[in-house]
């Protein structure tokens, strides 16, 4: 198994928790338009491309659901959420981005966001800056569960692929990476991870505070 040579971080879930902001935009406009997005169908969108999810709405609510009115609205409603609440960063990422600094780990972000999105959601969290590789849903053909994301990554890196350790919250992400050939860590945010999405992890952990020691360990291993 080879040393890890750098570190791709998700972006919503696993370094954000903006997941709750998607939420409730999403839900709030649905019910706005008459349609009822629960819990359980929201929860099988995350972590997938944006386009993904708006065929899914029209599969579930039928042809004559408003998309481009919800296309419209949903955004409103998520930048008054961040204007309102701010964006947190999850709890041990500073440490773990101090870590690979230090290790001289190059890092990069491979998120199925656009890149306005990914932009404003990292200035919010107080990241503008902070990573020079940033791949986006609309810079690679596929989205996640596709490996193109983080093939890209690898490239701009320029990193073998299976040097990278990829974290990630959402199956959609996790069996993204695993199908690029990356060592996956997987780090629910909330939701008990599918089985597909264990299967496909080299590890589940708790939180980026036990990624950052799994990491040290690998390392020392790899050392050894």
Not at 40 to 52: I, M, N
Not at 166 to 183: K, N, P, T, V, W
């Given at each position: 198994?080879?040393?890890?040579?750098?570190?791709?971080?998700?972006?919503?879930?696993?370094?954000?928790?903006?997941?709750?902001?998607?939420?409730?935009?999403?839900?709030?406009?649905?019910?706005?338009?008459?349609?009822?997005?629960?819990?359980?169908?929201?929860a099988?969108?995350?972590?997938?491309?944006?386009?993904?999810?708006?065929?899914?709405?029209?599969?579930?609510?039928?042809?004559?659901?408003?998309?481009?009115?919800?296309?419209?609205?949903?955004?409103?409603?998520?930048?008054?959420e961040?204007?309102?609440?701010?964006?947190?960063?999850?709890?041990?990422?500073?440490?773990?981005?101090?870590?690979?600094?230090?290790?001289?780990?190059?890092?990069?972000?491979?998120?199925?966001?656009?890149?306005?999105?990914a932009?404003?959601?990292?200035?919010?969290?107080?990241?503008?800056?902070?990573?020079?590789v940033?791949?986006?849903?609309?810079?690679?053909?596929?989205?996640?569960?596709?490996?193109?994301?983080?093939?890209?990554?690898?490239?701009?890196?320029?990193?073998?692929?299976?040097?990278?350790?990829?974290?990630?919250d959402?199956?959609?992400?996790?069996?993204?990476?695993?199908?690029?050939?990356?060592?996956?860590?997987l780090?629910?945010?909330?939701?008990?991870?599918?089985?597909?999405?264990?299967?496909?992890?080299?590890?589940?952990v708790?939180?980026?505070?036990?990624?950052?020691?799994?990491?040290?360990?690998?390392?020392?291993?790899?050392q050894?």
């Amino acid at each position: 198994m080879q040393r890890v040579a750098a570190i791709v971080f998700d972006m919503d879930g696993l370094m954000l928790d903006t997941e709750p902001l998607y939420q409730v935009a999403w839900q709030a406009t649905s019910t706005e338009l008459g349609h009822v997005l629960d819990d359980p169908s929201y929860a099988t969108l995350v972590g997938r491309p944006t386009d993904d999810c708006e065929r899914e709405l029209v599969r579930w609510f039928g042809p004559g659901f408003p998309l481009e009115r919800f296309r419209v609205r949903w955004p409103e409603r998520w930048q008054a959420e961040v204007a309102a609440n701010g964006i947190q960063q999850k709890p041990g990422l500073l440490e773990i981005l101090t870590f690979a600094d230090a290790q001289r780990l190059p890092v990069a972000v491979a998120t199925s966001s656009e890149a306005d999105y990914a932009a404003f959601s990292l200035r919010h969290a107080g990241l503008e800056g902070r990573f020079k590789v940033i791949v986006t849903r609309d810079q690679v053909a596929r989205g996640k569960p596709a490996p193109d994301i983080y093939l890209e990554a690898a490239r701009r890196l320029q990193v073998d692929r299976a040097a990278c350790l990829a974290l990630e919250d959402s199956e959609a992400g996790i069996l993204s990476a695993s199908r690029a050939g990356m060592r996956t860590l997987l780090i629910p945010d909330g939701t008990p991870p599918s089985d597909a999405a264990v299967r496909a992890a080299f590890r589940v952990v708790a939180s980026l505070h036990d990624a950052r020691d799994l990491v040290a360990a690998l390392l020392a291993d790899s050392q050894a």
